[in-house]
């Protein structure tokens, strides 16, 4: 049972290139988050899906989309990389009153 | 955007000492959670508060609900070399799917040996 998986691990763009974040969870849970940490600002919600076929705006949606592909994928994409994205990206997983389950990031700079 | 009040910011102690942190926020919360970080990972849930008084204990670690319901603190007792890392407070109103936690700014704890 492999929780939360996101991939990849690691990335380096450069300002301009498009980049997709790939997470999966093998909970059956029905919401699914990403989340950006900055050093200083704890985490702040990007998207959220609170269930297969819908998607919503969380804090700090500027920037990036989200695909809700199944009930198991939630993908976050950046079309056209930028300096200020440069953070750490954790999507997140749950059922309805239950805490979240993270995975474990991807860690993204941008040049 | 929303954000819950963490202090301290970072804690340094040596190993056996007593840690204590706390969040404060305007909002009043239903739940409240706490979630340690260790470098390199994810936020990994400690103990979750759903009752305004509620006193919780995990282990070495104790949380509480304060009675306003916009406050929590987290004790650990007898810190060990493994309690380093980012402790995070997140609250949550209750309201189904589409409720969002707001998490505080982080504690960075350092325990010497």
């Known amino acids: 049972n492999a929780g939360v998986t996101q991939t990849p691990k690691f990335q380096v763009l450069k300002t301009g290139q498009s980049m997709t974040l790939q997470c999966a969870q093998d909970?059956?849970?029905?919401?699914m988050y990403w989340y950006r940490q900055d050093p200083g600002m704890g985490l702040r919600l990007i998207y959220y899906s609170a269930s297969e076929g819908t998607t919503d705006k969380g804090e700090v949606p500027n920037g990036y989309n989200v695909s809700r592909l199944n009930k198991r994928e939630f993908s976050l994409r950046l079309e056209s990389a930028a300096p200020s994205q440069t953070s750490v990206y954790f999507c997140a997983s749950r059922d309805n009153n239950s805490p979240l389950h993270f995975g474990n990031g991807t860690r993204l700079t941008v040049t | 955007g929303q954000q819950l009040n963490q202090s301290p910011q970072s804690m340094f102690i040596q190993e056996g000492e007593d840690v204590s942190m706390n969040c404060t926020s305007s909002s009043i919360f239903n739940t409240w959670l706490w979630y340690k970080q260790d470098p390199g990972e994810g936020p990994v849930l400690l103990i979750a508060?759903?009752?305004?008084?509620e006193l919780t204990s995990n282990g070495r670690l104790t949380a509480q609900f304060g009675t306003t319901r916009k406050d929590s603190f987290l004790n650990i007792s007898a810190s060990i070399p493994s309690d380093v890392g980012i402790y995070f407070c997140a609250g949550q109103l209750r309201g189904g799917a589409t409720n969002k936690l707001i998490f505080g700014t982080g504690t960075l704890l350092a325990v010497q040996p």
């Open positions: 508060l759903y009752k305004a008084g």
């Open positions: 909970m059956n849970h029905n919401s």
